[in-house]
Structure formats: structure tokens, C-alpha cells
């Protein structure tokens, strides 16, 4: 045997070992799709995605040794999204994690037996995707972020701080089934906090920017910003602009607030994901999606940037800032 033929053979055993042992250990490579209707930049989505594979890695499943997980980043445009649905529908993994309804809705209208665990979905029962909280039933289920009164929680918590505020925009995407529910539930509050609200509906960059430069044409103004592909992928806008025009926001997540946003009310995201990772896990190990409940977070985190309330030329109530979980300076 020569040189080259014994290199060429000691290669060929080196790549072959692992795959051997692999199979002498009955495993074989498991896919697991996530359709994320946000950038691929976006840091907080890579915190997020980062705190599932990690919670997925101490479950035994770990990337590049026993699953192959393939990401897909719709940053909030609709084609785009239903593209990577059909795609990643079209790999054929043993599960999807998706993102929120507007990943959810195009992934459900191309498969019915893909499992599927869903995130960042409120209202997944009024939004037609499961039949029931405990026992969903189909190939879907996941973690719901907040209930529908949440928002209007977040509308108090506004008027709170800026006691003047009259009218109140809310950003909301009309695309995402459950945005609807949302809104209702803001509007349901606003009378009993004196508040007259404006519906912005918002798809994009251009519409955000359209809206709030209306809005704040008038005095005595502030914004509530539901969850969405948009104002999640263009909250730096959002953000950028209740600066300029000095309209007091309240966000959901905590994302906003880190990023200069005045105040948030709303769930732990990573969490979430880690969460949903161990369902993930469930299902790759047998477990039918229809029989794992869908599970509402026990916890909330009030969350207010004291930097932009100066700004702003507000004081926070010593009541409210006593119950904020996290105070940025």
C-alpha cells in the first residue's frame, strides 16, 4: 500500500466513525424547521432563537450531531414568509417552530400533519388554529404570549404615567387574525381611562412612518404598539419617531424599552422560547402536538426607561416605579 492510498484510506475511516457510531447507536439526524417573520439581523430574534437551541442542546439535541435545524427570516414581509412556509413545509422536518400568526397562518394553509409549535400566538383558539387550550387537538400547539385584557392593561399603565394623554394611537398589523382581539381590548378600556383612540393599521416602514406623523398632528397624544411582524422588525423607527414628536409608548416586550422605548408590559420572550423547546423535544420523541396543552405564561415584567422619561419631561409614580421589574437609567 502506498502513501496516498493509506492517507485516502485513513480519511475514509475517520469520516465513516462517527457515522458508524451513530448508527450502532440507532440515531439518525432529526430536521427541525423555524420560520421567524423577523431579519436575520435583528439581535434580539438571534437572543431569542439562541435561548431555544440552547435549551434544545440540554435536552440532548444538539446541531450538526443527532438534528439539522433550518432557520428561515421573513423580516415581516408577507411573500417572503409564505415563500419559506411552502419551503421549509417542502423539507419535510419532524417539527416547525413558528413565530408568532404571521408565520403561523401560511405554515397552517400548506400542512395539516407537520407538527408545529407555535410562539408569540395570542388567542390561538379565536384565531382558528387549535380547538381547545388543554387538548389543541391537530398538528399544533405552543405558548401564548398574553391574554387579549393585557393590552388594555397596558393602556392604563399609559394613562398612569401621563395622566394629560387624551387621544392614544394604537399600532396594530391587520394581517395577523389575532390583532383584531387586540384592539378590541384596548378599546374597550379607553372610555373608563378618558381616552380617545385612533386604529393605525400598519404593514410596513411607509405606513408607520404615515401614521404617527398624522397622528401627532394633534396635542396631547401617546401610542400603544401591539406585538407584530412590523412594529417588532421596525421598533427602532417606531421608537425614533415617539422621540421626535414626544409621544409617551407602551410596548409589550422588553425589547422596546432597551432599545429607548419609554415602558413595556409583557411576558419573558426567551422563556418562551426555551419553553418551546422542550416541547420540541416532546414531539421529536414521540409525543403528539394535539395532546401538549397550550400554556399561557404565569409571569409579567413591567419594565420602564427612566432615561426617555426624562426626555419625555415625565415623572413616573413612585406606586408604579415600586412594581416595574426592571428600572434602565
Not at 450502532?24 to 437572543?47: H, K, Y
Not at 413545509?89 to 404571521?102: E, M
Not at 399561557?296 to 413591567?302: D, I, S, V
Amino acid at each position: 500500500m502506498n502513501k496516498r492510498e493509506f492517507i485516502t484510506l485513513l480519511g475514509g475511516t475517520a469520516v465513516a466513525w462517527p457515522l458508524a457510531a451513530r448508527a450502532q447507536q440507532g440515531e439518525r439526524m432529526r430536521r427541525i424547521g423555524v420560520l421567524m417573520p423577523f431579519a436575520e439581523n435583528d439581535s434580539d430574534a438571534q437572543a431569542n432563537i439562541t435561548a431555544f437551541r440552547q435549551a434544545l442542546e440540554k435536552l440532548g439535541w444538539a446541531a450538526g450531531r443527532n438534528v439539522r435545524i433550518e432557520y428561515r427570516w421573513g423580516g415581516a414581509e408577507p411573500e417572503r414568509i409564505r415563500t419559506y412556509a411552502i419551503e421549509l413545509v417542502g423539507l419535510k422536518p419532524d417539527v416547525i417552530l413558528a413565530v408568532s400568526a404571521q408565520a403561523l397562518q401560511p405554515l397552517q394553509q400548506v400542512t395539516s400533519s407537520i407538527p408545529i409549535v407555535f410562539t408569540q400566538m395570542v388567542d390561538p383558539i379565536g384565531s382558528g388554529f387549535v380547538t381547545s387550550m388543554a387538548h389543541p387537538g391537530g398538528n399544533l400547539t405552543g405558548f401564548t404570549p398574553a391574554e387579549f385584557s393585557m393590552q388594555g392593561k397596558r393602556l392604563e399603565m399609559l394613562k398612569e404615567v401621563v395622566p394629560q394623554i387624551t387621544r392614544v394611537a394604537v399600532l396594530f398589523n391587520p394581517e395577523q387574525i389575532p390583532q383584531a382581539g387586540m384592539l378590541r381590548a384596548v378599546e374597550a378600556v379607553a372610555p373608563s381611562v378618558g381616552v380617545q383612540l385612533t386604529a393605525a393599521a400598519v404593514r410596513d416602514a411607509v405606513e408607520i412612518e404615515r401614521a404617527i406623523d398624522q397622528f401627532a398632528r394633534e396635542p396631547s397624544g401617546g401610542l400603544i404598539v401591539l406585538p407584530s411582524g412590523p412594529t417588532i422588525v421596525h421598533r427602532d423607527l417606531i421608537i425614533a419617531l415617539a422621540a421626535r414628536y414626544r409621544l409617551p409608548a407602551a410596548y409589550q416586550y422588553r425589547q422596546f424599552v432597551t432599545a429607548g422605548g419609554l415602558m413595556s408590559y409583557g411576558n419573558d420572550l426567551a422563556d418562551q422560547y426555551r419553553q418551546a423547546a422542550s416541547y420540541v423535544d416532546r414531539i421529536l420523541r414521540g409525543e403528539k402536538p394535539g395532546d401538549l396543552p397550550v400554556q399561557q405564561p404565569t409571569k409579567f415584567e413591567l419594565i420602564i426607561n427612566l432615561k426617555t422619561a426624562k426626555a419625555l419631561g415625565l415623572e413616573i409614580p413612585p406606586t408604579l416605579l415600586a412594581r416595574a421589574d426592571e428600572v434602565i437609567e
